[in-house]
């Protein structure tokens, strides 16, 4: 049976002044997800465990980026996170400092739930 993808979620995050590519995704994560609800678990007795979740962030310096604490500050399902080149840098040049912008895309998937529920 092969996973199914019932969500994804869109976010933006950003760090004006410290250039801190962590913070920047992390905030871009929790702009995601704080988006969404899956009531699907509750309606259909469906454990929070069974769900996948893939996460891809970008910013300009991905190799900035520590996947695994970011994964390990997601609240549900069994997470894993990419961090690719994207986002934006926008420097001042007035006062030296660049704000850094991330993207993310959280990504939500479940087992195939065929013949196990159905909608009336």
Known sequence: MTDRRVIIEMGMGNDLHGMDYQKAAARAIEDA???????IFDSIGLD???????????????????????AAGLPRGHASV???KGGLNVPNPETGNTAVIATAAVEAFLPGQDGKWRLT
């Open 48 to 70: 929070h465990a069974a769900m996948r979740v893939q996460v891809t962030v970008a910013v300009q310096a991905p190799d900035k980026i520590d996947c695994a604490a970011l």
């Open 82 to 84: 990419r961090a690719v």
């Open 33 to 39: 997800i704080r988006h969404s609800t899956l009531p």
